[in-house]
C-alpha cells in the first residue's frame, strides 16, 4: 500500500496595535479586539504581572471599570489571577497551574480570552497555559516592559523553565492580538526601561545599520526617559521583529536562528546569575562577548567593534558581568544547541547590519573575549 | 502609530507508511524516516506501550536488534520508555514528566526525535510530551491499535487528561511521520480490533456511503479477523482521514467539527463509565445515539437509521450502555461545547454520507433516543 503524503498549510493573522492607558474608558483597543472575535459577550480572565499592579496601585480596579463599562463585549468571568513577575512566574508550576485551574472552572473555551497583562516571563507563562489548554485557548498579550513591547511579546513563543532550563517547556502559538501600551512603561524603574534597549540594538545589528545610527542618536534622550524616543525605538524595533518572524520559518525548524544573536551567552548568564540580570541586561552582555569574539577572530572591523561597545554602553546597558569568566559559561553553547536542536549554529557579526553564521566557536578565542570584556568591569559594576 | 498586521504561515508535512514487521532488520521504514530528518546517527529515544509489550513478548528485544542493526542512522540514546496503555498514560503527569525527563537528560533537541509505537492513548501523551519540550521535539508515531492506524495516530493533535475531562491539555502539533505496522494489530483481542472500526463507520457515515458499502460487504470477514479486510479499512479511513485534516481548518479554530460526529457522547460515556468503555465502543453508542436522534427529529429517512445500527451491531459494537441513561450524560453537550470552543456545534445525519449540522439538542428528544436504543441493551450487555 502506498504511502499517504500529508501536508497541512495554517494561516495566523494577528494585529500589533499601539495606544495609551488601555484602561481609560473611552479607549477602544481592547474592547475592538474582543469584539473581533465574534457577536455576544465573551469570556475573558486577565492574568496580571504583580509589578504592574505595585507600580500603577489603582491598575486593578481601573481594569474591572473598563471591563464593567463595555461588559457588552467584555465578559470579564474572573477576578484577575496576579502572579509574580520576572522568572519566578515560570519556575514554578504552581503559575501555570493556576491559569489552567481557571480555564477550567470558568468555562473558558478556544473562542473564549486569556488576557496577560505584564513582563515577558508573565506573558510567556499565561501564553503556555493557554496554548496547551483546550489545545489552544485565545491569548491578548499586552506587554507592560519595554523589552516585552519590541522583543518577547510579539512573537509566537510560550515558555516556562523546567529542569532548571530557562523556556524548556513551550510552545509555538501565534497570540489572538497584541496591544502596546505606552503609557505602562513611564512607571518602570531605570533598570527595565533602558535594558529593554538591548533586543533594540539586537535587531539593528543583525538586520539595519540605519536604525543602529538612530538609535546612536537617541542614546541620550533614552537615557533620560525620552517617551517619544523610546516609543519610536519600540516601533521600529516591532516591524524589524516582526518581518523576521513572518519570514521563511517562523517555528524555527531550521538550525538558523539569527533573533538569538548573543543569546547563548545571555540564557546562561542569566541561569549562573540566578536570575540577577535582568534578560536585557543579559542579552547586551551577551552581544558584547559575540562582538568582540567576531572582531578577535578578524571577521569584525575594530571600529565597527568599538562602536557597539559604545553604544551599549552609552544606554547604560552592562558589556560585561563576573560570571562570564566562570567554567560553565561555555556549556550554554551546547545547552543553546539543545534547545534549538540541529547544527551549532552562532551568528557573528562581519559589519553593524551584516550578520555571518558560524557552525563552531573556538573555546581559546571565546576566553580572550572576555579578558578583553572585563576592561569594562569597573564601568559595569556600578 | 499604526497597527502592525502580522500574517504568519506555515506549511506541514508527513508520510504516513504502511507496512509489516517494522523491527524486522531488512524492513527500511523506520529507518528511512529517521535518516530522512538529516545527516549522522540521529537521536532517538522510544516510548512503548505496555500492551504492545505483553502481546509480543520479544517486541522490545527485536526493536533493540534492529536499533544495533542500523545504529549508523539510530542513536538509540536510551532504554526504551515503557508506560501503560489506555488512559492510565494520559490520567496522571508522571508519564508527561517521563518522556520529559528523558528528553532532558539524554540531549534530546528539536531535531532529536520521540517515536511512539502503542494505542491512541500513548501516542497521544509521548506526542504532548514531545511537542512542548523545547517548543517541539520531532515526533514518529507507530500506532499499534486499529483505531490508532485508522484515527488518532494520522492527525495533528497531542493530548493528556487533567481535570477529570478527556484531553484538557494539549496542543495542534503534526508528527514528523505516522508508520503503521500492520502485524502489530494481530495480536489484538477481538474486542480491541473491532472496536477500532468504528472510526472508519464515522468516517464513512459523514463523507463516502462508497465506503460505508464497502464495510457493510466487509464486516463478516471483518469479524472473522481477515486481515485483508482491516488492511483495507485502515488505509481507506486513513485516507479520508487525512484528506479532512489538510482541509480547511485544521488546528480547529470554527466550530465546526465533523470528525467528532458522536464524539460528544462518547467522550462522557468513556468518563462516566470511568475508561471501561473502549474509545471506539463509545463512539458506536455516540454515533448510535446521533442517528438515532437524527432519525426521530425527522432529519434521517427510518431504513437508513436502521441499516447504520445494524452494521454497527454486525461488526460486534455496541450501540447502548447503561450510563446512557444517567443525568449526567447531557453534561456532555456543554463540555464539548467548552472543549472545542464556540457555539455549539453537533453533526447529525440527513442521510449515509450527508451530514447536517445543527446547533441546538432538544433534551427530550435526545432522551427519546435513549430509550429507543434501549432495546438493543440486551444484545449490547454480553
Redesign the interface.
Known amino acids: 500500500?502506498?504511502?499517504?503524503?500529508?501536508?497541512?498549510?495554517?494561516?495566523?493573522?494577528?494585529?500589533?496595535?499601539?495606544t495609551r492607558r488601555i484602561v481609560d474608558a473611552g479607549n477602544s483597543v481592547l474592547r475592538e479586539v474582543i469584539a473581533s472575535g465574534?457577536d455576544g459577550g465573551r469570556r475573558v480572565i486577565f492574568v496580571v504581572d504583580e509589578g504592574v499592579c505595585t507600580r500603577e496601585r489603582r491598575f486593578l480596579q481601573q481594569l474591572e471599570g473598563y471591563c464593567c463599562a463595555h461588559s457588552g463585549v467584555i465578559n470579564n468571568v474572573a477576578r484577575p489571577i496576579v502572579v509574580p513577575g520576572g522568572e519566578a512566574a515560570k519556575n514554578s508550576r504552581e503559575y501555570v497551574d493556576l491559569v489552567?485551574?481557571a480555564v477550567?472552572s470558568h468555562?473558558?473555551?478556544?473562542?473564549?480570552f486569556i488576557a496577560a497583562i505584564g513582563g515577558g516571563a508573565v506573558l510567556d507563562m499565561a501564553g503556555y497555559a493557554a496554548?496547551?489548554?483546550?489545545?489552544?485557548?485565545r491569548l491578548i498579550r499586552l506587554p507592560s516592559t519595554v523589552l516585552a513591547q519590541n522583543d518577547s511579546g510579539?512573537g509566537?513563543?510560550t515558555?516556562v523553565n523546567?529542569?532548571g532550563?530557562k523556556?524548556?517547556?513551550?510552545?509555538?502559538?501565534?497570540p489572538f492580538a497584541v496591544i502596546n501600551d505606552f503609557e505602562l512603561l513611564e512607571s518602570l524603574s531605570d533598570r527595565d526601561w533602558l535594558s529593554g534597549a538591548a533586543e533594540a540594538v539586537k535587531v539593528a545589528l543583525i538586520k539595519d545599520r540605519a536604525f543602529f545610527e538612530a538609535i546612536e542618536e537617541s542614546a541620550e534622550p533614552l537615557r533620560r526617559r525620552k517617551g517619544e524616543a523610546m516609543?519610536r525605538l519600540i516601533?521600529r524595533c516591532?516591524?524589524l521583529h516582526?518581518e523576521h518572524?513572518?519570514g521563511s520559518d517562523?517555528?524555527?525548524?531550521g538550525?538558523s536562528r539569527p533573533l538569538d544573536f548573543g543569546h547563548w551567552a545571555a540564557h546562561k548568564l542569566e541561569q549562573l546569575t540566578n536570575y540577577g540580570l535582568r534578560h536585557g541586561e543579559a542579552v547586551a552582555i551577551g552581544m558584547a562577548l559575540d562582538v568582540t569574539y567576531s572582531y578577535l577572530t578578524g571577521i569584525l572591523p575594530e571600529k565597527a567593534w568599538r562602536r557597539i561597545v559604545r553604544l551599549l554602553l552609552d544606554l547604560g546597558l552592562p558589556v560585561y558581568a563576573p560570571d562570564l569568566e566562570t567554567r560553565e559559561l561555555l556549556a550554554g553553547l551546547t545547552e543553546f544547541?539543545?534547545?534549538?536542536?540541529?547544527e551549532l549554529t552562532i551568528l557573528l557579526l562581519r559589519d553593524i547590519g551584516h550578520p555571518v553564521e558560524v557552525h563552531q566557536i573556538e573555546t581559546e578565542r571565546m576566553r580572550e573575549s572576555v579578558l578583553a570584556l572585563s576592561e569594562y568591569a569597573p564601568v559595569c559594576s556600578k
Open positions: 500500500m502506498e504511502t499517504i503524503h500529508q501536508t497541512v498549510r495554517i494561516e495566523f493573522q494577528y494585529p500589533v496595535h499601539f465574534g489552567r485551574s477550567n468555562g473558558i473555551c478556544r473562542h473564549s496554548a496547551t489548554s483546550h489545545r489552544g485557548v510579539l509566537v513563543k515558555s523546567r529542569f532550563k523556556n524548556f517547556l513551550g510552545t509555538f502559538t501565534p516609543e516601533y516591532a516591524q516582526l518572524i513572518a517562523p517555528f524555527e525548524t538550525s544547541r539543545e534547545h534549538l536542536g540541529g
